[in-house]
């Protein structure tokens, strides 16, 4: 009976996520709505695509993820703290019912408000592994036959500069600006119709400059995946490692894993404990004799792993040395 109720509860949660939150928030942009699919399967079949130019939209096209918070939650804790991060969990619900714009707008705030310019890093330090991590094979098999490329992107320019520059190599990246305070980031986007218009005007250069124009956006919808898997005898799938243009350096990040909002979740619930634990590894380390701290540490989860030149050590200690070796966390 119990464990009928916990399927019963988790069916009703999975329900309520993907058809009252994932689905109202992330498919709800006015403008992404009466877009059409863009005929991936011609650009596959096309042999030379570099006299083109392509313009290609990165949360749609080239990202395979259809959410955006993970990306600024790992914005607020690398570079804002635990407490910010907390907050954008917190308020994470009431994002998710508002527009596509005005949820951009308070992630981008939270995230960003008060973050001195100067000591900003995670944009090119953190993001790029998760994001080389999101991006799909087919779409960047296009991108690397085509001539000039142009991402433009929703997203604050400072989050994706580093990522499409630095590891895509893509030429020309368009993402949002943000007003500065006193070289502190004040956490307002500019303007939506002045990025539009920088955009419209970029776009008129590359007809004069080149004529071969190749704009590319909204497939990264689940249906149209689906569909180009179904037609098209294509899936959709990730950019093996073995594949990025450049080695992946990635060496500041506190988080090993991708903050979904479930990720997310169980973060939070888990420090409480491992406060407390950590707390009590510490106090019985200091004051318990070696006898009993070892066995307790041991039992906790905690690991040792003691390496010991044999050169340095007299052949009296070889014989009285011994390894532990405490179990790990189950």
Same mark, same amino acid.
Not at 156 to 169: A, N
Not at 301 to 311: A, I, K, Q
């Given at each position: 009976?119990?464990?009928?109720?916990?399927?019963?509860?988790?069916?009703?949660?999975?329900?309520?996520?993907?058809?009252?939150?994932?689905?109202?928030?992330?498919?709800?942009?006015?403008?992404?709505?009466?877009?059409?699919?863009?005929?991936?399967?011609?650009?596959?079949?096309?042999?030379?695509?570099?006299?083109?130019?392509?313009?290609?939209?990165?949360?749609?096209?080239?990202?395979?993820?259809?959410?955006?918070?993970?990306?600024?939650?790992?914005?607020?804790?690398?570079?804002?703290?635990?407490?910010?991060?907390?907050?954008?969990?917190?308020?994470?619900?009431?994002?998710?019912?508002?527009?596509?714009?005005?949820?951009?707008?308070?992630?981008?705030?939270?995230?960003?408000?008060?973050?001195?310019?100067?000591?900003?890093?995670?944009?090119?330090?953190?993001?790029?592994?998760?994001?080389?991590?999101?991006?799909?094979?087919?779409?960047?098999?296009? &991108?690397?036959?085509?001539?000039?490329?142009?991402?433009?992107?929703?997203?604050?320019?400072?989050?994706?500069?580093?990522?499409?520059?630095?590891? @895509?190599?893509?030429?020309?990246?368009?993402?949002?600006?943000?007003?500065?305070?006193?070289?502190?980031?004040?956490?307002?986007?500019?303007?939506?119709?002045?990025?539009?218009?920088? @955009?419209?005007?970029?776009?008129?250069?590359?007809?004069?400059?080149?004529?071969?124009?190749?704009?590319?956006?909204?497939?990264?919808?689940?249906?149209?995946?689906?569909?180009?898997?179904?037609?098209?005898?294509?899936?959709?799938?990730?950019?093996?490692?073995?594949?990025?243009?450049?080695?992946?350096?990635?060496?500041?990040?506190?988080?090993?894993?991708?903050?979904?909002?479930?990720?997310?979740?169980?973060?939070?619930?888990?420090?409480?404990?491992?406060?407390?634990?950590?707390?009590?590894?510490?106090?019985?380390?200091?004051?318990?004799?070696?006898?009993?701290?070892?066995?307790?540490?041991?039992?906790?989860?905690?690991? @040792?792993? &003691?390496?010991?030149?044999?050169?340095?050590?007299?052949?009296?200690?070889?014989?009285?040395?011994?390894? @532990?070796?405490?179990?790990?966390?189950?």
């Amino acid at each position: 009976m119990s464990g009928n109720k916990v399927s019963i509860f988790q069916g009703l949660f999975l329900f309520f996520y993907r058809f009252f939150i994932h689905r109202r928030w992330f498919h709800r942009n006015p403008k992404q709505k009466h877009q059409k699919s863009p005929s991936h399967h011609g650009l596959h079949q096309a042999h030379d695509l570099s006299p083109h130019t392509l313009i290609f939209n990165v949360e749609r096209v080239l990202l395979k993820s259809n959410t955006l918070f993970p990306y600024f939650m790992l914005v607020a804790f690398e570079a804002g703290g635990v407490i910010r991060s907390f907050l954008l969990f917190i308020l994470y619900p009431f994002i998710s019912l508002m527009s596509y714009e005005l949820g951009m707008k308070t992630m981008v705030m939270v995230s960003f408000f008060g973050i001195k310019k100067e000591k900003f890093l995670v944009g090119k330090s953190v993001l790029p592994k998760y994001f080389l991590e999101d991006v799909g094979l087919e779409m960047f098999e296009v &991108l690397k036959r085509g001539g000039k490329r142009v991402g433009v992107s929703d997203l604050p320019q400072v989050m994706i500069d580093g990522f499409l520059g630095d590891y @895509l190599g893509i030429e020309v990246v368009v993402g949002r600006e943000m007003k500065m305070i006193g070289g502190y980031y004040s956490g307002i986007l500019e303007d939506k119709k002045k990025h539009e218009f920088y @955009l419209g005007e970029l776009v008129q250069e590359e007809k004069l400059s080149s004529g071969h124009v190749i704009g590319i956006t909204s497939y990264n919808l689940p249906s149209h995946r689906s569909l180009f898997s179904q037609f098209c005898q294509k899936s959709w799938q990730t950019l093996p490692r073995n594949q990025y243009p450049k080695p992946l350096i990635f060496h500041d990040g506190r988080l090993a894993i991708k903050p979904t909002p479930i990720n997310t979740l169980a973060l939070f619930m888990w420090a409480p404990f491992a406060a407390v634990l950590a707390t009590a590894r510490v106090v019985a380390g200091l004051n318990l004799p070696y006898s009993l701290a070892i066995p307790f540490l041991a039992f906790s989860g905690f690991r @040792l792993t &003691l390496t010991v030149n044999n050169n340095l050590i007299s052949p009296d200690q070889k014989e009285e040395r011994r390894t @532990l070796k405490p179990s790990p966390i189950a």
